[in-house]
C-alpha cells in the first residue's frame, strides 16, 4: 500500500485540539553530518509511518506497530552507537552525557514497548500508540535540534 503524506496534514497526537505536523522533516533538522543526517531521517520516516497508520481504519495495530516498533529500535541502536563510535573517535568532550541521555532514551522506549505489549484492545493500543508517539516526536526534536547539533557543530569546528 502506497501512503501519499500531505505535506499540511496533520496528526493530532497532542490532544486538546492541538495539532502539529509530528516527523515532518525540514531542513532546519539537518546537522550538517551526512550519515547522521540519513539515519535521522530514516527514524523520522519510519515514525511518520507509525503516526499515519493511526488515522487509518480497520488496521491490524498488533502487526503493524509491532513491525515498526522492530524497526524503530534497530534504527535507534544502529544509530546510537554510530554516534557514540564518532563521538569518540573525533574526542566530543560531552560524549558521557550524550549517552546517558541516548541510555534514557532507551529505557523510556522499552517502558513503552513493554506496555504496548500488555494491553488487550485495539482502542488501548491505539491511545499507548500516541503517547509513545508524542514521547518520540518531542525527543527527536529536542535530540536533533540541540544535542546532535551541538555535536554536529563540535565536527565542523574541529575541522577547521
Known amino acids: 500500500m502506497q501512503i501519499e503524506w500531505q505535506k499540511d496534514q496533520e496528526i493530532n497526537l497532542y490532544g486538546s485540539g492541538t495539532r502539529k505536523t509530528p516527523f515532518l522533516w ?18 523520522y520516516e519510519a515514525l511518520m509511518g507509525v503516526s499515519l497508520l493511526l488515522e487509518m481504519p480497520d488496521v491490524n495495530f498488533r502487526y503493524w506497530l509491532g513491525m515498526v516498533g522492530r524497526k ?9 552507537r554510530d554516534e557514540e563510535q564518532l563521538m569518540a573517535f573525533v574526542g566530543y568532550p560531552d560524549m558521557q552525557a550524550h549517552k546517558i541521555q541516548h541510555l534514557n532514551f532507551i529505557e523510556a522506549f522499552k517502558k513503552h514497548q513493554t506496555h504496548m505489549a500488555q494491553l488487550t484492545t485495539d ?8 503517547s509513545l508517539l508524542k514521547f518520540l516526536n518531542d525527543w527527536f526534536d529536542m535530540e536533533v535540534m540541540s544535542h546532535d547539533k551541538d555535536f554536529a557543530d563540535f565536527i565542523k569546528n574541529k575541522s577547521r
Open 123 to 130: 482502542a488501548e493500543r491505539i491511545e499507548e500508540s500516541k
Open 26 to 43: 525540514t531542513s532546519g533538522l539537518y546537522t550538517g553530518y551526512d550519515a547522521i543526517d540519513r539515519q535521522h531521517q530514516e527514524i
Open 72 to 80: 524503530m529500535e534497530d534504527y535507534v541502536i544502529t544509530h546510537f
